[in-house]
């Protein structure tokens, strides 16, 4: 069973990606790294809309 969970994104992500590849790259690592456990599902804005296997 997923638990859905919404992270806050940090604006350096945004500051520090050249292009939507590395910007999903960032994203990625910074959940990944924060996060563990979590799956990203999309992005809304700031907020990513991640899965949480449990």
Not at 8 to 31: G, S
């Amino acid at each position: 069973m997923y638990n859905k969970s919404n992270v806050r994104l940090p604006e350096w992500i945004w500051e520090t990606a050249d292009n939507t590849d590395h910007l999903k790259d960032l994203i990625r690592a910074y959940v990944d790294k924060r996060y563990p456990g979590y799956r990203v599902v999309k992005v809304k804005g700031r907020i990513a809309i991640c899965d949480i296997g449990r």
